[in-house]
């Protein structure tokens, strides 16, 4: 199983960024999916979190400014950034909890990360 992250990039305040999280794999299934980010010298946070049904929910930080969305067709995430701030400049990793078709279990499995840079 492999998440790969891509969208990341050098946007200036204010700016939008749309990142894609597409899962790859021998994939039975997917449960919840969700987007984390990591500044520099910074533990990692939640930034926004999507179930199979769609249901989201999101840090306070990213409230009335991200959108994430999912197409479960092609077990992928998205997440909408509008209003960029300097703020949000980080590592942006893509998690999703998926059941293998080699395994009777779930397991977290981590995006390798892309930068959004917000600086003028």
């Known amino acids: 199983v492999q998440l790969q992250a891509s969208g990341g990039g050098l946007v200036q305040p204010g700016g939008s960024l749309r990142l894609s999280c597409a899962a790859s794999?021998?994939?039975?299934?997917?449960?919840?999916m969700a987007w984390y980010r990591q500044a520099p010298g910074k533990q990692r946070e939640l930034v926004a979190g999507?179930?199979?049904?769609?249901?989201?929910n999101y840090a306070d930080s990213a409230k009335g400014r991200f959108t994430i969305s999912r197409d479960n067709t092609k077990k992928t995430i998205y997440l909408q950034m509008s209003s960029l701030k300097p703020e949000d400049t980080a590592v942006h990793y893509c998690n999703a909890v998926v059941r293998p078709r080699s395994s009777s279990d779930w397991s977290e499995y981590w995006g390798q990360g892309t930068l959004v840079t917000v600086s003028s």
């Open positions: 794999g021998s994939i039975l299934s997917i449960l919840d």
């Open positions: 999507i179930t199979t049904g769609g249901a989201t």
